[in-house]
C-alpha cells in the first residue's frame, strides 16, 4: 500500500512539472511570434484566446510589456480600461485607476470619461452602487465636452441602471428610453446589446411601477431581437425578467417555469444577484401555489447566498421576513432573533445604498425578548387609534411650525427695527465725532510730523468728500498724498481702527445714510443709482457694503426712514 502511494506521487510531481514544461514551451513559441506585431494584431489575438487561460495570458502580457517600453499611453489606457476583467478582482480598481492616470496624462475627455466609466462598472459588479454613481458623473462631466454619442449613450445607461437600482423608477425610464432609441439606430454587436440592456431596464422599470404589461410588450420584443442576433444569453436573462413580470400578473406556474429556465445560464455566468432574485421569486411562486416546504427550501437557498455576500436589493430583504415567519409559526424565537438581527444587518446596507429607503419604518416582528415593547403598545392601541394620534401629531407639528415661522418672523423685524434705530443714534454720534478735533499723533514707529502731517490730508480728504471718487486705492491714495502706502495703512488703521477697503467703504454708505436722511428725494433712486453716487463700482457691492455697515439691506433702511419721516411730519 505504501509502495502504491509512493508511486502515485511521483506520477503526480511528473504530471504537474510535465504540465508546467508543456505550458513553458508554449509560452516561449508563441512569445516568438509576437516579435514586431502591431496592437491590432495582439488586440485580435486577445479576443479570440478567451477559452484558452496560456494564450491569453501570454498576449496580455506581452501587450503590456509593448506598451511599456514604446511608453505608447494611447496602449497603455487601452489596456487598463479594457483588459483588467481578465484579471483577479484584487486588481481591477488598481487597473481602473491606472486608465484614468494615463488618460489624464494624454489630456484627452473622451479618453478620460470612458476611463471613469471603466471604473463605475467595477463599482456597480461590487454592488458599491453610490460609488458607482460617483465614478459614473464624474465621467459624465468629461464626457459631456466630446462629440462622442455612443460613449455618452453608455454614461446615460449606466445612470439609468444606478437610478433602477436605487429606486427612481420614473427617471430611469426617460433613461432607458433615450439609451433604446440611441442603440437601435445601429445595428452592430455593441450598438445591439445596448439595445437590448435597454429593453432589459425599461422592462424592469415598468414591473417596478406595477405596469405588467407594458413590461410584457417590452420583454417579447427584447427576447424576439435577442433570438434573430443569437444572443442566447440575453435571451435567458429576459426570461428570467418575464418570469418575475409572470409573478406579478399572478401565474404563478408559468412564472416557476421561466425563472426555471433561465437558472442554468445564470449560474453558469456566477451572476449572484440574479441568481438569488430567480431563487427568491421561484420561492415566492411556490408560495402562493400552496408548495410551502419546496418553496421554503429556495428562501433557504438565498439565505445561503446572501450570508457569504455583502451586497443586499430591496426585493430580497421580504426573504429574510419569510423567513422570520417561518420560525415564528415553529415558535423558533432564537431562530427569529437571529433573523431579525439580519433583517436589521440587511436594512443598514439598503439605507446606505438605496436613497428611497431612506425614510422607510422598519417592519417590526414579536419575538418575546426584541418586541416586547411593540407588542404591549399594540395591544393598548387599535389601528384607528393609530391613524387618530398619526393625525393630531401631523397637525400639531404643522401649528408648531407655522408658529414657528411667525415668531421667528416678526423677531426678526423687531431685530432689523432695532438694528435701523441703532443706525440712526449711530449716524448723530458720528457727526458728533467728526466734529471733534484729532487727536495728536502717538508713536506708532512712525514720524510725528510725518503723521500729523497725513492725520490733515485724511481730514481734507473726508471734509472734501473725495471718497466718492470711483476706483480709489489705497497706492493711489498714498500716491496723492505723497507719502507710501505702508505708512497711510498704518495711520488709518491706528486711528480709524479699520483697513483701507473698510474705511472707504464705510465714508461712502455714512455719505449715502446722510443723503437720504437729508434729501428724502434720494429715497426715491435706485439702489443702483445710490451705488453709483457713492463711488461704488457695481450695485451688489454697494449692497454688501450697506449691510456689512448696519446689518441692515438698503431697501429696507430707505422704507423705515420713510415712514418714520412721514410720522414726524
Given at each position: 500500500m505504501l509502495m502504491l502511494k509512493r508511486q502515485f506521487l511521483i506520477f503526480f510531481a511528473f504530471f504537474i512539472s510535465s504540465q508546467y514544461f508543456f505550458a513553458q514551451k508554449k509560452a516561449i513559441a508563441i512569445s516568438g511570434t509576437l516579435v514586431n506585431k502591431d496592437y491590432e494584431y495582439l488586440k485580435n489575438q486577445i479576443s479570440n484566446s478567451e477559452k484558452d487561460s496560456i494564450k491569453l495570458g501570454i498576449h496580455l502580457d506581452y501587450f503590456v510589456k509593448k506598451a511599456r517600453n514604446e511608453n505608447n499611453l494611447h496602449e497603455l489606457c487601452h489596456f487598463y480600461r479594457y483588459y483588467h476583467f481578465y484579471y483577479p478582482e484584487n486588481k481591477h480598481f488598481v487597473y481602473a485607476d491606472s486608465a484614468i492616470y494615463y488618460a489624464k496624462r494624454i489630456k484627452d475627455n473622451a479618453l478620460i470619461g470612458d476611463a471613469y466609466y471603466s471604473k463605475s462598472v467595477v463599482y456597480f459588479f461590487r454592488k458599491q452602487y453610490k460609488e458607482s454613481l460617483d465614478a459614473t458623473?464624474?465621467?459624465?462631466?468629461?464626457?459631456?465636452?466630446?462629440?462622442?454619442?455612443?460613449?455618452?449613450a453608455k454614461i446615460k445607461y449606466r445612470i439609468a441602471n444606478i437610478k433602477l437600482y436605487l429606486g427612481f423608477y420614473k427617471d430611469a425610464i426617460v433613461l432607458f428610453k433615450e439609451c433604446e432609441s440611441y442603440f437601435g439606430?445601429?445595428?452592430?454587436?455593441?450598438?445591439?446589446?445596448?439595445?437590448?440592456?435597454?429593453?432589459?431596464?425599461?422592462?424592469?422599470?415598468?414591473?417596478?411601477?406595477?405596469?405588467?404589461?407594458?413590461?410584457?410588450?417590452?420583454?417579447?420584443?427584447?427576447?424576439?431581437?435577442?433570438?434573430?442576433?443569437?444572443?442566447?444569453?440575453?435571451?435567458?436573462?429576459f426570461a428570467k425578467t418575464q418570469g418575475i413580470?409572470?409573478?406579478?400578473?399572478?401565474?404563478?406556474?408559468?412564472?416557476?417555469?421561466?425563472?426555471?429556465?433561465?437558472?442554468?445560464?445564470?449560474?453558469?455566468?456566477?451572476?449572484?444577484?440574479?441568481?438569488?432574485?430567480?431563487?427568491?421569486y421561484i420561492g415566492k411562486s411556490l408560495l402562493?401555489?400552496?408548495?410551502?416546504?419546496?418553496?421554503?427550501?429556495?428562501?433557504f437557498k438565498v439565505d445561503s447566498v446572501l450570508a457569504d455576500e455583502t451586497f443586499m436589493t430591496p426585493e430580497l430583504r421580504e426573504n429574510f421576513e419569510i423567513l422570520i415567519d417561518h420560525y415564528k409559526k415553529q415558535n423558533n424565537i432564537e431562530k427569529q432573533l437571529e433573523y431579525v438581527n439580519r433583517l436589521i444587518d440587511a436594512d443598514k446596507v439598503l439605507n446606505q445604498n438605496y436613497q428611497y429607503l431612506s425614510g422607510k419604518?422598519?417592519?417590526?416582528?414579536?419575538?418575546?425578548?426584541?418586541?416586547?415593547?411593540?407588542?404591549?403598545?399594540?395591544?393598548?392601541?387599535?389601528?384607528?387609534?393609530?391613524?387618530?394620534?398619526?393625525?393630531?401629531?401631523?397637525?400639531?407639528?404643522?401649528?408648531?411650525?407655522?408658529?414657528?415661522?411667525?415668531?421667528?418672523?416678526?423677531?426678526?423685524?423687531?431685530?432689523?427695527?432695532?438694528k435701523f434705530e441703532a443706525l440712526l443714534l449711530r449716524q448723530k454720534?458720528?457727526?458728533?465725532?467728526?466734529?471733534?478735533p484729532?487727536?495728536?499723533?502717538?508713536?506708532?514707529?512712525?514720524?510725528?510730523?510725518?503723521?500729523?502731517?497725513?492725520?490733515?490730508?485724511?481730514?481734507?480728504?473726508?471734509?472734501?468728500?473725495?471718497?466718492?471718487?470711483?476706483?480709489?486705492?489705497?497706492?493711489?491714495?498714498?500716491?496723492?498724498?505723497?507719502?507710501?502706502?505702508?505708512?497711510?495703512?498704518?495711520?488709518?488703521?491706528?486711528?480709524?481702527?479699520?483697513?483701507?477697503?473698510?474705511?472707504?467703504?464705510?465714508?461712502?454708505?455714512?455719505?449715502?445714510?446722510?443723503?437720504?436722511?437729508?434729501?428724502?428725494?434720494?429715497?426715491?433712486?435706485?439702489?443702483?443709482?445710490?451705488?453709483?453716487?457713492?463711488?461704488?463700482?457695481?450695485?451688489?457691492?454697494?449692497?454688501?457694503?450697506?449691510?456689512?455697515?448696519?446689518?441692515?439691506?438698503?431697501?429696507?433702511?430707505?422704507d423705515e426712514l420713510a415712514k418714520s419721516q412721514l410720522k414726524v411730519v
Open positions: 458623473l464624474i465621467a459624465n462631466e468629461y464626457v459631456e465636452k466630446t462629440n462622442d454619442d455612443y460613449l455618452k439606430q445601429k445595428k452592430d454587436y455593441n450598438n445591439q446589446k445596448g439595445y437590448l440592456k435597454s429593453l432589459s431596464g425599461l422592462a424592469k422599470c415598468y414591473i417596478s411601477l406595477g405596469k405588467y404589461d407594458q413590461a410584457s410588450t417590452i420583454l417579447l420584443l427584447g427576447i424576439k431581437t435577442a433570438e434573430e442576433q443569437n444572443f442566447d444569453f440575453d435571451v435567458q436573462y413580470n409572470e409573478y406579478f400578473k399572478k401565474n404563478y406556474e408559468v412564472a416557476v417555469s421561466q425563472l426555471e429556465q433561465a437558472l442554468p445560464t445564470i449560474i453558469e455566468n456566477k451572476d449572484i444577484s440574479a441568481e438569488t432574485t430567480l431563487y427568491f402562493a401555489l400552496h408548495q410551502q416546504g419546496k418553496a421554503m427550501s429556495y428562501f419604518i422598519h417592519k417590526e416582528y414579536d419575538t418575546k425578548g426584541l418586541l416586547e415593547a411593540k407588542e404591549s403598545l399594540e395591544a393598548e392601541l387599535s389601528q384607528e387609534e393609530a391613524k387618530s394620534w398619526i393625525y393630531i401629531g401631523f397637525v400639531a407639528l404643522l401649528v408648531i411650525s407655522l408658529g414657528s415661522i411667525v415668531y421667528l418672523y416678526f423677531k426678526k423685524q423687531r431685530l432689523y427695527k432695532q454720534e458720528q457727526v458728533e465725532v467728526k466734529e471733534t484729532k487727536p495728536i499723533a502717538k508713536n506708532i514707529g512712525i514720524n510725528p510730523e510725518v503723521v500729523n502731517n497725513l492725520l490733515k490730508k485724511i481730514e481734507r480728504f473726508e471734509k472734501e468728500q473725495l471718497f466718492l471718487k470711483k476706483g480709489i486705492t489705497l497706492n493711489k491714495l498714498a500716491d496723492q498724498f505723497k507719502t507710501n502706502s505702508t505708512y497711510l495703512s498704518k495711520v488709518i488703521n491706528h486711528y480709524t481702527g479699520k483697513n483701507f477697503s473698510t474705511y472707504i467703504n464705510d465714508l461712502r454708505i455714512e455719505y449715502a445714510i446722510d443723503l437720504l436722511k437729508s434729501e428724502r428725494i434720494t429715497q426715491k433712486y435706485s439702489i443702483k443709482a445710490l451705488g453709483e453716487m457713492t463711488g461704488f463700482t457695481t450695485t451688489q457691492h454697494f449692497s454688501d457694503a450697506f449691510q456689512l455697515y448696519s446689518g441692515l439691506k438698503p431697501s429696507y433702511f430707505i
